[in-house]
DNA sequence: TTATAAATATGTAATGATTACAAACTTAGA
DNA sequence: TCTAAGTTTGTAATCATTACATATTTATAA
């Protein structure tokens, strides 16, 4: 995928630490919070800030490219993916997993008098992996 | 509603900060914050601490009778309807509607491997009056 | 009723994420 | 090469939440 032209196309100046911090986004799909963007991409740019991260991100939301994840009240997460889909946190080992599905299938009873532009849909339970783990 | 009874019928004493926060969530179905919690019943109850506030709101949580609702990062709203609905905030004016639905309706398309514990949904957008006021 | 222990409520201080802001650095164009 | 605009950085400020110690209230039993 080009990076670059992506952020380019969205009227974003593709400077290192925007394309490392969008790339990143793009291949750590686990839905990183800033402190873990922060904290693996300070050894490739030492000079990297925390405010940096916070910047760029807004900057990406702002510019549609990015959106984030509040599953909790107590941690956001980021997201590069900007298809619809729902997430499924794991209350037992804490990851967060993408849902494909069709938002147009669900049925509200009386929505006629809002005019919807965002869905977000949060699951939580328990994943497969542990499940059977059993720990 | 008898809400000391339902407290008492969910392992809650019943001390009067706790009826009267509960009861507040009851009447004030716009899903209010800590803050607002705090400084509309501080009136009533003079010595009431924010410190307090939050103890209860936990307390309810921890006991199945209220639950967070974080549409926003920054924002931690508390809800003590607990029939199945999706909430909706007017981007425009900010106010959180309930909207009715049955969350059954959803069609995931692989969601076979998790345990879904809870659902939450969050719309966002444009409520009625805010299309209408065109301000 | 009174003494005592347990449960609640309170206020202050600590924490931690996020934001504000000013200075330093980088880039692009004249 | 100079200048201006855009970008990054570090520090300080803010603000919600939590920790914790103290005070108050409630319940129980002597």
New binding site residues.
């Given amino acids: 995928m080009d990076f670059v032209g992506h952020l380019t196309a969205h009227n974003i ?1 593709p ?4 394309i490392k911090i969008y790339e990143y986004l793009h291949e750590n799909r686990a839905h990183p ?3 873990t963007i922060y904290s693996d991409l300070v050894d490739e ?1 030492p ?6 991260v ?3 991100l ?1 900057l990406f939301i702002d510019n549609g490219i990015a959106s984030t994840v509040t599953i909790e ?2 941690e ?1 997460r980021y997201d590069a993916i900007m298809d619809e889909h729902a997430h499924f946190k794991c209350d037992s080992c804490g990851n967060v997993y993408d849902i494909e599905m069709d938002i147009s299938t669900i049925k509200f009873k009386k929505i006629n008098s809002f005019k919807v532009e965002t869905t977000n849909i949060y699951l939580k339970g328990k994943c497969n992996k542990c499940l059977t783990n059993k720990n």
């Fill in positions: 100046k400077s290192l630490q925007r919070t800033v402190e740019i000079t990297l800030s925390k405010t940096t916070y910047n760029t807004k009240d107590n956001v």
